[in-house]
């Protein structure tokens, strides 16, 4: 199977958080992290993502858990959501093994 990834393993295509306080982190469930200091922007902003993300994947994407903490230090965004993702969904896997079989067929 031929996955385009980037250096951290992820694919390439794979839309990437919009808000420069947003991050995909390198660890196995990847948590895919949304800050603010206003919490319904936080999950607004992680739905955006997870539609784009679904999209793109063209199945839902394996969400393992969203786990909610804050950060009560001056000049910190207060909440972050973070969605634990599937790497394989976040490396493409499902897109290339569907690409695959096309050019299987």
């Known amino acids: 199977m031929d996955l385009r990834l980037d250096d951290s393993g992820l694919a390439a295509e794979l ?3 919009d808000h420069p ?3 995909i982190h390198d ?17 607004e902003r992680a739905a955006t993502w997870l539609r784009r993300t679904q999209e793109w994947l063209g199945e ?18 207060y909440y972050e959501v973070k969605l634990l993702c599937n790497d394989e969904d976040l490396a493409g896997a499902p897109v290339a093994l569907r690409a695959a079989r096309r050019s299987d067929g």
């Open 15 to 17: 839309p990437r958080p």
């Open 21 to 23: 306080q947003d991050q």
């Open 27 to 43: 660890v196995p469930f990847r948590p895919v992290q949304f800050s603010d200091d206003d919490l319904p922007t936080a999950l």
């Open 60 to 77: 839902p994407v394996d969400v393992i858990a969203i786990h909610l903490d804050y950060d009560d230090q001056d000049g910190s965004p």
